[in-house]
C-alpha cells in the first residue's frame, strides 16, 4: 500500500516535471497542453474522471493531457499543485477545486496571464471561463422523485435525507423531489430533511427509526453518496427489500449488493469519466478560440446540447444533462 | 473501596429523602443518570406510544455496542485523571487495516482471530499514546489530539482512502448472525445480533478490573491524587501505559465490530464520533478531572446518548431543531452533575 501511494506521487513528481519538459515543444508543435486538477487523485470517483482524460488525451494524440491532484483531500495541497501548473505554464486547466475560494487568487493571475481555466463542480466560482455542471440540480431531485414516485406506484408515505441542512445542492434536490411529488395526490411526505452527515451507519440508525415510527412507510429519497449505503441496510435487514422504494445518489460500486438484493431501486449520479472529457472538450474549444454557445454539442454524451448562462463571475455557466439513473439492469455498464 | 464501599452507598440509596437526595447524588451520580434515562422514556412514550415495542430495544441495543465500548475505555482513562480522544483514530486505522490485510492474505481467517489481532493493535497505538503521556509530561489531551490526526492522517495518506465494501470471509457473516429474531406485523424483521454480546463481555470485564484487582486502585488513585500515588508505591508508569493500552484495546475491538455491523470498511468512519461518547461518560457521573465513575455509571451514559440520538425522530422533532435539541440536553444534565458535584463533595 505505502509502496503503490510512493509510487503514485512519484508519478506525479514525473507528470509535473515533464510538465516543464514538454510544454515547450508542444507548443512549437502547436498542440497545447491541458491539465485536469482533480480534488484528490486515488479515489475511485477521480480514478474515474481519470480514464475519460486518458480517452480525451487519445483522440487528440497532438495535444499534452494529463490529470494530477494531491494524495489527500487537502485544499492547500491543490492550491499549490495549480500554483506549479501556472508557473510551467500550461495552456489550459480543468480543474475540480476542492474549496472554490481558495483558489480565486490563483486562477485570476493564471487568467490574466492568458491561461484557459475550466471549473466543474464549482458554479460560484468567479475566476474562470467556464464552469461546467452535469445537470440541472432541480431536474435532478425531480428525476430521482420521478423514478421513486414509479416505483411506489404513486401513493404512500415517503421521507428525505440530506447530507446536511447546510448543503445547497442536496436541499435542492430534495426541494425539487417535493415539489415532483405534489404531481402524486397519494404520495404523503414524512419527517423529511433527515440529516445523515454521511455517514452510513448514523443513516442506518435513522432509518431503523422511520421504519418502526412509519411501519407502513414506502418510499425514500436519499442525497448523500453513502446515504442508500445506510437506508439500503436497514430496509434488507428488515426484509423489506422489493417491499420499500429508495431512490438517492449512490456509486455503482459501493451500491451494486444492494442493487441486486432490491434494497436500493435505483442510485443517482453524473458519470466523472463524461465531465473529465466535457471539461477537456470545452478547454480545447476555447484554446482554438471557439464560442461556446447554448445548445452547443461538446461531443461528449450527456454534453450534446448544452445550456449556457452567465456564470457567478466574468465567465460561463454551462449545464449538461449528464444525469444517470442506473437501477438493478442498467448499472454494470457504469463500474466505479 | 470496593464491596464495603458498594453496600454503603447501596444503604445511602435506600435510605431514600431522610438520608439527603443531595447526598445520593454525590455519592451516587449515576442514580441521577437512571432518573433521566426513565423519564426520557416515560416523555417519549407519552408523546408516541409507538416508542413501546421491543423493537425499540433491540435498536438502542444494538446501537450502544461500538459507543458503549469506546466509552468504557474512556472511563478507565478518565477515572485515571486523563483524556483520550484519539480512539477513534485507532479503531479506523486498525479497522481498516485489518480489513486490507485479511482481504489480500488470509480471506478465511477466523473472526475470532481478527478480533485478536485488532485488539493487540489497538494496544500497540494505545500504548504509544500512553508512553507519550508519561514521558513527556504534556497533558493527555494534547497527546492524543496530536495522534488522532497522526494516526488517522497515516491511514488516509499510507494505507488507503477507498470503501471496502465486500467483507473477506467471516468478517461479513459475522455481524449478521443473530441472537434472537422474530417479525413485527407489518412483516418486517427484527433481529438482536450476536455482536451485542460484545458489550455486556466486556463490561463486566472492566467492573472487575476496576474494582477487583490492585491495578483498579491504582488508577482511581492516580485519578484522584498522582503525588500520593507514586509515593504509595504504584508504578506510575505502568498504570499509564495499562489505561491506554486498554482504551486501545476496546477501540480495536469495537472498530472491528463496526464494520461488520456495517458491511463496509469506510476509513473515513469513527472519527468525529469522540465528543459524544466522552459526554455519555461524564453523563454517566464520571468526573473530566479524575478519580471517580462507574461502569454502570457509564453504561447508563451511552444509553442516555443513544436514545436521546434515536428518538428524535420517534418524538416529531424537526430535523433542523435536533442538534438544537441534543445540544441543550447535554448541556443542562452536564451542567446539573457539576453544580452538584460541586456543592457536595464525596467523602474521601
Redesign the interface.
Given at each position: 500500500?505505502?509502496i503503490s501511494?510512493l509510487l503514485k506521487s512519484s508519478a506525479f513528481a514525473v507528470a509535473a516535471l515533464s510538465m516543464v519538459g514538454v510544454a515547450a515543444p508542444a507548443s512549437a508543435q502547436d498542440g497545447k497542453a491541458i491539465t485536469t486538477v482533480v480534488k484528490?487523485s486515488?479515489?475511485?470517483w477521480f480514478d474515474r474522471m481519470e480514464t475519460g482524460v486518458n480517452k480525451f488525451a487519445e483522440q487528440n494524440p497532438e495535444m499534452d493531457i494529463r490529470q494530477v491532484g494531491p494524495?489527500?483531500a487537502d485544499s492547500a495541497q491543490q492550491l499549490q499543485i495549480v500554483q506549479d501548473l501556472v508557473a510551467t505554464g500550461v495552456d489550459a486547466l480543468a480543474v475540480v477545486p476542492m474549496d472554490p475560494d481558495i483558489l480565486e487568487g490563483i486562477l485570476g493571475r493564471a487568467m490574466d496571464r492568458g491561461t484557459i481555466i475550466v471549473t466543474h463542480e464549482a458554479d460560484n466560482q468567479a475566476n474562470t471561463h467556464a464552469d461546467i455542471e452535469a445537470f440541472d440540480n432541480a431536474d435532478y431531485g425531480a428525476a430521482l422523485n420521478e423514478r421513486l414516485a414509479q416505483c411506489m406506484g404513486g401513493e404512500g408515505k415517503w421521507t428525505t435525507f440530506v447530507g446536511s441542512?447546510g448543503s445547497r445542492t442536496h436541499m435542492q434536490w430534495v426541494g425539487a423531489g417535493e415539489e415532483n411529488a405534489k404531481k402524486y395526490p397519494g404520495m404523503e411526505l414524512v419527517?423529511?430533511?433527515?440529516?445523515s452527515f454521511d455517514?452510513?451507519?448514523g443513516t442506518?440508525?435513522?432509518a431503523?427509526?422511520?421504519?418502526?415510527?412509519h411501519?407502513?412507510i414506502k418510499g425514500f429519497q436519499t442525497s448523500a453518496g453513502?446515504d442508500v449505503?445506510g437506508v439500503g441496510?436497514a430496509i434488507e435487514?428488515?426484509?423489506?427489500a422489493g417491499?420499500v422504494c429508495l431512490v438517492g445518489t449512490g456509486l455503482p460500486?459501493?451500491s451494486?449488493?444492494y442493487l441486486d438484493s432490491g434494497a436500493i431501486t435505483a442510485i443517482g449520479f453524473w458519470d466523472p469519466q463524461k465531465a473529465g472529457m466535457a471539461m477537456n472538450a470545452v478547454a480545447k474549444f476555447m484554446l482554438e478560440g471557439k464560442e461556446i454557445t447554448d445548445g452547443m454539442d461538446l461531443g461528449v454524451e450527456g454534453y450534446e446540447s448544452v445550456t449556457v448562462k452567465p456564470g457567478a463571475g466574468k465567465g460561463l455557466l454551462i449545464v449538461g444533462n449528464g444525469m444517470v439513473l442506473a437501477d438493478k439492469d442498467t448499472y454494470k455498464d457504469y463500474l466505479f | 473501596m470496593s464491596a464495603a464501599g458498594t453496600s454503603h452507598n447501596q444503604a445511602a440509596a435506600n435510605a431514600g429523602p431522610g438520608g439527603g437526595l443531595s447526598g445520593l447524588i454525590a455519592k451516587r451520580p449515576e442514580f441521577v443518570t437512571l432518573v433521566l434515562l426513565m423519564a426520557i422514556c416515560i416523555a417519549v412514550t407519552i408523546a408516541?406510544p409507538?416508542f413501546l415495542?421491543p423493537?425499540?430495544l433491540i435498536?438502542i441495543g444494538r446501537?450502544s455496542v461500538v459507543t458503549g465500548l469506546f466509552a468504557l475505555g474512556v472511563f478507565v482513562i478518565l477515572a485515571a485523571g486523563g483524556i483520550d480522544v484519539s480512539f477513534t483514530a485507532i479503531a479506523a486505522l486498525t479497522m481498516y487495516s485489518i480489513t486490507?490485510l485479511v482481504q489480500k492474505y488470509a480471506p478465511d481467517l477466523s473472526i475470532v482471530v481478527v478480533f485478536a489481532i485488532a485488539i493487540a493493535g489497538g494496544v500497540f497505538l494505545g500504548v504509544v499514546n500512553g508512553f507519550l503521556v508519561y514521558t513527556l509530561r504534556v497533558p493527555s489531551l494534547i497527546v492524543t489530539i496530536g495522534t488522532q490526526y497522526f494516526f488517522r492522517?497515516g491511514l488516509?495518506?499510507?494505507?488507503?482512502?477507498?470503501?471496502i465494501?465486500?467483507l473477506p470471509g467471516e468478517m461479513a457473516t459475522f455481524g449478521r448472525l443473530s441472537l434472537l429474531e422474530f417479525?413485527?406485523?407489518?412483516?418486517?424483521?427484527?433481529?438482536l445480533p450476536v455482536y451485542f454480546l460484545i458489550l455486556p463481555v466486556v463490561a463486566v470485564l472492566t467492573w472487575w478490573i476496576m474494582r477487583r484487582t490492585l491495578m483498579g486502585r491504582a488508577i482511581f488513585s492516580l485519578g484522584g491524587n498522582p503525588e500520593v500515588t507514586a509515593r504509595l508505591g504504584y508504578n506510575v508508569k505502568i498504570v499509564h501505559l495499562f489505561v491506554f493500552g486498554y482504551a486501545g484495546a476496546l477501540a480495536g475491538l469495537a472498530g472491528i465490530v463496526?464494520i461488520t455491523?456495517?458491511?463496509?470498511a469506510?476509513p473515513f468512519?469513527l472519527v468525529g464520533t469522540e465528543i459524544s461518547v466522552i459526554a455519555a461518560v461524564v453523563l454517566g457521573g464520571a468526573r473530566i478531572t479524575g478519580g471517580t465513575g462507574s461502569v454502570i455509571g457509564t453504561m447508563l451514559g451511552v444509553l442516555l446518548v443513544v436514545v436521546v440520538?434515536?428518538?428524535l425522530?420517534?418524538v416529531?422533532i424537526?430535523?433542523?431543531w435536533?442538534?438544537v435539541f441534543v445540544g441543550a440536553f447535554i448541556l443542562l444534565a452536564a451542567a446539573f452533575f457539576v453544580t452538584r458535584q460541586r456543592k457536595f463533595k464525596p467523602a474521601k
Open positions: 500500500m505505502k501511494t484528490i486515488g479515489i475511485p494524495a489527500t441542512l419527517d423529511p430533511n433527515n440529516e455517514d452510513a451507519n442506518y440508525e435513522k431503523k427509526e422511520i421504519l418502526r415510527k411501519p407502513d453513502n449505503l441496510r435487514e428488515a426484509g423489506l417491499k460500486n459501493p451494486a449488493a | 408516541n409507538a415495542q423493537s425499540t435498536d446501537a486490507l492522517g488516509l495518506a499510507f494505507i488507503g482512502t477507498t470503501w465494501m465486500e417479525e413485527t406485523a407489518n412483516g418486517a424483521i427484527v433481529s463496526h455491523a456495517n458491511r463496509l469506510n468512519d440520538d434515536n428518538v425522530v420517534m416529531g424537526p430535523s433542523t435536533q442538534r
